[in-house]
């Protein structure tokens, strides 16, 4: 089984503060991705990474990056937290190899920036 | 800007029925689709995934491709509440690792 876990389920940060969001998968995924969803705005796409050190813009990067320093790891950082991150944040990954190419997600964070 | 196109619903079924969940997408080339069922405060769980025409059944999903017309549903046979959940439906990018989801279909199973 896949398993793609997230540092913490629920978090809560002040404005201004930098948050660090980690997910870690166990199946040896060359590609990750974190997404954003809010309510009738969709899963949207922040950074997606498909090696270590590689990094791509998704649709919403402004106000975040990442880092990925180990393949099983991926991180997504809030520079200074605004209260418009307030979001679900989900992290996800998906193979190259063989076929299938099933993303599958995390548990997700549900960040709160007061 | 690819799109996936998803009826948001909601859509009710009595429980035992069948419930039939569409999705169109516009990227002619894409090869590869998915299912997810994400019930509310949680995560998207993959169900089905499915890469050529047809049906593909597993238990009580059926996942039906047509290529030709862009368009791809998902059939769950003998509904239970426990179905109840809002469905996604995913399409990956033919030549960038990247998925483009609909923003997917609310429905609710009555008992």
């Known amino acids: 089984d896949v398993k793609v876990t997230q540092s913490s389920r629920y978090l809560v940060k002040r404005t201004g503060e930098k948050v660090f969001l980690e997910c870690v998968q166990d199946m040896d995924h060359e590609n990750m991705f974190w997404y954003r969803q809010d309510p009738g705005l969709g899963l949207r796409l922040i950074y997606f990474?498909?090696?270590?050190?590689?990094?791509e813009k998704g649709d919403i990067p402004e106000g975040y990056s990442v880092s990925r320093e180990k393949k099983e790891r991926f991180s997504l950082i809030l520079e200074s937290a605004s209260t418009n991150q307030t979001s679900m944040y989900l992290c996800a990954s998906t193979s190259d190899r063989g076929i299938s190419y099933e993303q599958y997600f995390g548990p997700g964070t549900r960040l709160t920036v007061t | 800007q690819k799109e996936v196109e998803q009826n948001s619903g909601p859509l009710s079924v009595p429980e035992g029925a069948i419930a039939s969940l569409n999705c169109t997408y516009s990227?002619?080339?894409?090869?590869?689709f998915f299912w997810y069922r994400q019930y509310s405060g949680k995560s998207p769980e993959l169900i089905m995934s499915i890469y050529s025409n047809g049906d593909k059944e597993d238990g009580r999903f059926t996942a039906q491709l047509n290529k030709a017309s862009q368009y791809v549903s998902l059939l769950i046979r003998d509904s239970q509440p426990s179905d109840s959940a809002t469905y996604l439906c995913a399409v990956r990018d033919h030549n960038f690792n990247k998925f483009y989801f609909g923003s997917g279909t609310k429905l609710n199973v009555k008992p």
């Open positions: 990474s498909y090696d270590v050190k590689m990094k």
């Open positions: 990227d002619r080339v894409s090869q590869s």
